[in-house]
């Protein structure tokens, strides 16, 4: 077979990891032959795509990014997207695509199989960890471990000045880099976009850890909001797929902190920060193993899934059952770190 590879959407550790497992399995164990496009959907889109043999892939395995590079760029928006993808296929050669990405590229790769007869296999990346029907997206643990290092590096100068820290991280809709970066740097305040926050109640954990003679850590999701207004955005402009542009709850929050509490607060946005560079050892296993298993997928033509983490087995889901919704964070996780506000 000759096989389509791309990667799509935000750029994450670990995504060079599968890359460099899909060609290696499958050109020495199946005898299939790659190719990859650039750029996400844009490349099969408008025919970019670049050799894709074992040279390729050598030494890839720890860099961050992505080498087949990524966008935005849905091609059901697009004028005859659909037509322009299946001639570029049929151009190629290529009987099957392996679609590397999160939410939005994996439903691209859901209804191009489903309406329009394209072999699609699936691997879920997004360091936001919100796809439902795996345990664990690759990329996550990076970000959380990038999160948490700079919250520990934020205590001492928060401390040392006795201001208030808010660092916002990144989190759409799912709080779980907060969450799990938050309760690891040892955060005496953390919100998500799960639970709407009272800017009153911060304020008062704020004033109870300073009555403790300590500097307060606010870590706050980009997408968490307030309960009395709405989500803060960049702007109102929006990418390809609907999403507006989140920045700016974290100083929105330090502007209220200060209001009201008297006390100087600081915002640090860690932003892209957190899915850029050299992806953890987890990371690389986990993406390896996605990688491992797409390909033997795509070689048994089941095409329509999505290889997902399920404990420690790697299974086999249906592309439509992985994005039909987001994972978010369990109430009961949330409030396991309550004990540690204020």
Known sequence: MRVGVLTGGGDCPGLNAVIRAVVRKGVQEHGHEFVGYRDGWRGPLEGVSVPLGIPAVRGILPRGGTVLGSS???????????????????????????????????????????????????????????????????GFHTAVGIATEAIDRLHTTAESHMRVLVVEVMGRHAGWIALHSGLAGGANVILIPEQPFDVDQVCAWVTSRFRSSYAPIVVVAEGAVPKDGGMVLKDRSLDPFGHVRLSGVGEWLARRIEERTGKEARTTVLGHVQRGGTPSAYDRWLATRFGLHAVDAVHERDFGTMVALRGTDIVRVPLAEATARLKTVDPALYAEAGVFFG
Not at 86 to 97: M, S
């Open 72 to 138: 935005r760029t849905n091609p059901l928006h697009e004028q005859d997207g659909v037509r322009r993808i299946r001639d570029t296929l049929a151009r190629d050669g290529v009987d099957a695509l392996v679609a590397i990405g999160g939410e939005d590229t994996l439903g691209v790769a859901a209804r191009l199989g489903e309406e329009h007869g394209v072999s699609c296999v699936g691997v879920p990346k997004t360091i936001d960890n919100d796809l439902s029907a795996t345990d664990y997206t690759f």
